[in-house]
């Protein structure tokens, strides 16, 4: 099936820093990709749709300054934390969708992100 | 909330028994899909029933899907220790937006 992968897969840093993480289709090209957070013990939530070519759109509540969304390519998103506190720490999930008409999404392993 | 809700939030049961899960949702969806997450990875695609559907199987899986009620529920017949997770639902909407469930945890004792 249909691979996506992200890097890192952990990451830990000082407050203030900024972080880039990449989500990666391997073998298809997506001209959309979610990226999703999940704190422990609970279920993921959409930040936002990353679209190639434009910009992204943020869910409500989302600060877009703070998670910056870059889709380069076809086949590349980057989502920038940027000023990490230790509130941002979770772990980040990006998907992107494959096939038609109802397209399944493949999903990334993850990033887990620790900001002291 | 963005999100639907599952329940239970935790099943914990012997190997070879059937285990079910529930979920709602809040909105028109195109499709319901389930995911299995084991602890700290990523999500693995399991089944997805479209809004025209009412059931569907896959190997030991069965989803049900009611749209009058906005639910569905995951079957996983005669267990495995193995299949010890967390169960997440998610209904997709326009755009292919997923909103996922709070999730059940799945303990399958051997």
């Known amino acids: 099936g249909a691979v996506v992968s992200q890097h890192p897969s952990w990451v830990i840093c000082k407050s203030g820093t900024s972080v880039k993480i990449e989500c990666r289709s391997l073998d298809f090209q997506a001209t959309t990709m979610f990226w999703y957070r999940q704190f422990p013990k609970q279920s993921l939530m959409l930040m936002a749709t990353s679209n190639e070519g434009s910009k992204a759109t943020y869910e409500q509540g989302v600060e877009k300054d703070k998670f910056l969304i870059n889709h380069a390519s076809l086949t590349l998103s980057t989502l920038t934390v940027t000023s990490a506190h230790p509130e941002d720490s979770s772990f980040y999930i990006c998907?992107?969708?494959?096939?038609?008409?109802?397209?399944?999404?493949?999903f990334g392993p993850g990033t887990r992100l620790l900001v002291l | 909330s963005q999100q639907g809700e599952e329940d239970p939030q935790a099943l914990s049961i012997q190997e070879g028994e059937n285990a079910t899960m529930n979920c709602s949702y809040k909105?028109?969806?195109?499709?319901l899909q389930w995911y299995r997450q084991n602890s700290g990875r990523g999500l693995v695609h399991l089944i997805l029933i479209r809004s025209n559907e009412r059931e569907k199987h896959s190997g030991r899986l069965r989803v049900t899907l009611d749209t009058s009620k906005k639910s569905s529920s995951l079957l996983i017949t005669a267990s495995r220790a193995a299949d010890t997770a967390s169960y997440f639902c998610?209904?997709?909407?326009?755009?292919?937006?997923?909103?996922f469930g709070e999730g059940t945890q799945l303990t399958v004792n051997p």
């Open positions: 998907s992107a969708p494959q096939g038609a008409p109802q397209e399944t999404q493949y």
């Open positions: 909105t028109s969806i195109n499709n």
């Open positions: 998610a209904a997709e909407t326009s755009g292919s937006r997923l909103t």
